[in-house]
C-alpha cells in the first residue's frame, strides 16, 4: 500500500512539473530580467525626472524606488518588438513619506519618437511625451479618481477605456501583479490576473520602448520579466 501511495504521489509531481512546463513554455523566450539587486545601470536604464527637491530613483532591497514630487520615466533601454508579454509588480507606498500620495501608477510601452532619431530627451513632465507613439495606461491617476489607457499617436492622446470604479482604482500598499501582452495586434493589460483594458488596434506598434511612469507618489517595482513570444 505504501508503495503505491508512493507511486501515486510520484506520479501528481511528474504531472505538476508538467503543467509548471508547459505554463513556462507558453510564456515563450525570455528576454529580460531584473530583479534590482544592484544600482541601475545607465546603459540599461535612462531616468527622465522633472527638477525639484525630495525626487529620487533608487535601488533598494531588491525594488527599483520611484519617489518622486514632479514627473518621472524610468525607460528601459532595449527596443522591443514583435509578440511579447511583459510582467512586474509594484506598489503605491503611503506611509508618511514627503511624496506619498495614492495616484499615478503609469507606463508607457512599444514607444517611439516620429519626429526625432533618439526617444530619450525629455525631463519627465508628463506633457513632454504628448508627441510620441505608445500605449499608455495610468492607473489611479488624478489623484486615485480614474484608471486609463490611452493610444497616442500623431498629436493625439486617444482615450480608449476608462474606468472610476473603485475595483480598478488603487488601494495603498498593496504589490500588485501588473502583464502587459503585446500579439498580433492585440495589447492587453491585465493587474492580477484581471484583463482591465484590451484593444485591437487596426494600425498596431509593433515595436518600441517600455517605460515605468509616475508622479508625485513613492513607489516600488520587483521582478521584471519579458518574453518574447514569436
Request: no cysteine; proline share 4%.
Amino acid at each position: 500500500m505504501k508503495r503505491l501511495i508512493s507511486l501515486a504521489l510520484l506520479l501528481l509531481l511528474a504531472a505538476a512539473a508538467g503543467a509548471a512546463d508547459t505554463a513556462a513554455l507558453s510564456r515563450g523566450r525570455l528576454i529580460f530580467a531584473d530583479d534590482f539587486n544592484a544600482p541601475l545601470d545607465p546603459a540599461v536604464w535612462v531616468t527622465e525626472i522633472a527638477p525639484g527637491p525630495n525626487s529620487s530613483v533608487t535601488v533598494k532591497d531588491g525594488r527599483l524606488m520611484l519617489d518622486t514630487r514632479g514627473g518621472v520615466t524610468v525607460w528601459l533601454n532595449r527596443r522591443l518588438q514583435g509578440n511579447l508579454l511583459i510582467e512586474f509588480r509594484r506598489e503605491v507606498l503611503v506611509a508618511g513619506g514627503v511624496n506619498d500620495r495614492l495616484s499615478d501608477l503609469n507606463l508607457f510601452w512599444m514607444a517611439s519618437d516620429p519626429h526625432r532619431p533618439h526617444l530619450f530627451t525629455r525631463n519627465g513632465v508628463f506633457e513632454a511625451y504628448d508627441d510620441l507613439s505608445l500605449y499608455y495606461v495610468g492607473m489611479g491617476g488624478n489623484h486615485n479618481t480614474s484608471t486609463r489607457f490611452r493610444r497616442y499617436g500623431g498629436g493625439e492622446r486617444k482615450l480608449l477605456q476608462e474606468y472610476s470604479d473603485a475595483p480598478q482604482l488603487l488601494q495603498p500598499n498593496r504589490e500588485y501583479l501588473l502583464q502587459v501582452l503585446v500579439k498580433d495586434g492585440r495589447t492587453t493589460f491585465s493587474v492580477d490576473g484581471v484583463e482591465f483594458f484590451a484593444f485591437d488596434d487596426p494600425a498596431p506598434l509593433r515595436s518600441g520602448y517600455f517605460g515605468l511612469r509616475s508622479t508625485w507618489s513613492r513607489q516600488s517595482v520587483r521582478a521584471l520579466r519579458i518574453w518574447q513570444l514569436d
